[in-house]
T-cell receptor
């Protein structure tokens, strides 16, 4: 079946602009996660959704970052007033249920470059 | 909070040689442990995971890992490396709870395979 998909695959933007990154999880997966992968910080957790609610937003680096999930499916990560330090690969993952033993399946990522 | 240490940033092995990638974790109880692989331009693929039971776990592509509580380690091994194994390998830990939780990743080990 189809895996996790993310769009766009690449995004170049100017400092100060807003960007939206989209994640389509595997159909039927309840849990959805956003991570960020950057040279300086490695792989970092951003936020996690259980259904449409976000029990854990602890990784969002600032109030410029927000995410939503509608219909228990697609999620959008929004970065407002982008800064150069936001340049990174943003990875989305989903898992079938919300048990801690579930495997997280990752998408290919969105590579964001802020000029 | 949990943490993961991968002490080797870069490892080079010859094709056909054995491989061991080190991973040490810090967590108050027995965590859930994972190894993921990332090929260039690709998302993360799960190699294997440990939750409980037999401390030697088998994964895909001929990989295995052994959980050693006394050493807080979860090292990844492969008896004979193939050129296609060249990639970056990430060890990760999740809280041992009944509900889904974020993954905390190590900084990764880049594997180079020489022919």
């Amino acid at each position: 079946g189809a895996g996790v998909s993310q769009s766009p695959s690449n995004k170049v933007t100017e400092k100060g602009k807003d960007v939206e990154l989209r994640c389509d999880p595997i159909s039927g997966h309840t849990a959805l996660y956003w991570y960020r992968q950057s040279l300086g910080q490695g792989l970092e957790f951003l936020i996690y959704f259980q259904g449409n609610s976000a029990p854990d937003k602890s990784g969002l680096p600032s109030d410029r970052f927000s995410a939503e999930r509608t219909g228990g499916s697609v999620s959008t990560l929004t970065i407002q007033r982008t800064q150069q330090e936001d340049s990174a690969v943003y990875l989305c993952a989903s898992s079938p249920r919300t048990s801690g033993q579930e495997t997280q399946y990752f998408g290919p990522g969105t590579r964001l470059l802020v000029l | 909070a949990q943490s993961v240490t991968q002490p080797d940033i870069h490892i080079t092995v010859s094709e056909g040689a054995s491989l061991e990638l080190r991973c040490n974790y810090s967590y108050g109880a027995t965590p859930y442990l994972f190894w993921y692989v990332q090929s260039p331009g690709q998302g993360l693929q799960l190699l294997l995971k440990y939750f409980s039971g037999d401390t030697l776990v088998q994964g895909i592509k001929g990989f295995e890992a052994e959980f050693k509580r006394s050493q807080s380690s979860f090292n990844l091994r492969k008896p004979s490396v193939h050129w296609s194994d060249a990639a970056e390998y990430f060890c990760a830990v999740a809280r041992n709870t009944g509900t889904a939780s974020k993954l905390t990743f190590g900084t990764g080990t880049r594997l180079q395979v020489t022919l």
